[in-house]
């Protein structure tokens, strides 16, 4: 199995410029490569991946009563045959997992999980995937062009610098678009959803209900930062030190191994409701939005 190379400013963000430039010389031959070509995953495989991977996120933030799993035949709301979808997409597709509609929960900054069972059939009935722009072009780790019916948007982003993710069921490879930014390079799908979890882990994506996603890579742990140590910070709320606490706040409450979210959500919304009346509530909501660049 392919392990990516890891930048050491992000485990996730390796520049789809990095492909191989040879492979813009004659697209159209890219997809015959399909022919010969061994998936490193069956369908079976992949949606046991992904299983693992949103059961995880169940022990954090998002709630286990919204994943739902098919039955035996799979989902009876998605059809087994789709016009701009393979069969094999639609074979994924039909056994996934998936997070309820309404789940608040955002997978990363300005980005949400796709429910399928929810969509209605006109979706499946059109003629192209509402979630893929036609003129985009996706390009496997080798750079050859890759067939975007075999494209699955598991994850929907929105605005700018929102996350949309899409998995490969042909390649076995995940590609994030960072709306109006960069389309990184595909990654195996393995070690992908385990960078993520690390991710998750140490801290670096802070999750927290209600707001944004914090992207905190480029924030150094700072030890157990109190309610103090904010409350005394000057200028408006969205420092490191800021980070520092809600990432000590989540750990005295468990995080990662055994979450109290209900009770660390108290204990930062009673810190968040003190500040609305000086001075440091003032940006705080900003807080929720760590900008990366592009």
């Not at 031959?29 to 022919?35: A, N, P, Q, T």
Request: glycine share 6%; aromatic share 12%.
């Amino acid at each position: 199995m392919w392990i990516p190379v890891i930048s050491s400013c992000d485990p996730l963000e390796i520049p789809i410029d990095d492909v191989d430039d040879e492979a813009d010389a004659n697209p159209e031959s890219d997809y015959d490569y399909e022919s010969d070509f061994e998936p490193p995953y069956t369908p079976t495989e992949l949606v046991a991946i992904i299983a693992d991977f949103y059961t995880f996120l169940t022990t954090l933030h998002f709630s286990a009563e919204d994943l739902k799993f098919p039955p035996a035949s799979g989902w009876s709301s998605i059809p087994s045959l789709c016009t701009f979808k393979s069969e094999r997409a639609m074979e994924v597709l039909h056994q996934l997992p998936y997070f309820k509609d309404t789940t608040p929960a955002q997978l990363h900054y300005k980005s949400r999980v796709i429910d399928y069972t929810s969509l209605p059939s006109s979706f499946y009935d059109a003629e192209t995937d509402d979630y893929i722009y036609q003129d985009d072009e996706f390009h496997d780790y080798e750079g050859r062009l890759v067939d975007r019916g075999n494209l699955i948007c598991f994850a929907r982003g929105w605005e700018s610098g929102g996350r949309q993710m899409y998995l490969d069921v042909l390649t076995g490879e995940v590609t994030e678009d960072i709306i109006r930014c960069d389309l990184l390079s595909p990654v195996d799908v393995v070690a992908y959803f385990e960078a993520l979890k690390e991710e998750y882990r140490s801290l670096r994506l802070v999750p927290c209900t209600g707001r944004e996603i914090i992207e905190a890579q480029k924030v150094d742990e700072g030890g157990d930062v109190g309610r103090e140590e904010v409350m005394a910070e000057k200028g408006d709320f969205g420092t490191d030190t800021d980070v520092c606490w809600v990432r000590s706040v989540y750990r005295r409450h468990g995080w990662p191994d055994a979450f109290q979210l209900e009770d660390a959500d108290k204990e930062i919304n009673e810190v968040m409701e003190e500040m609305d009346v000086g001075e440091r509530g003032k940006g705080k909501d900003l807080f929720w939005w760590r900008w990366r660049g592009c």
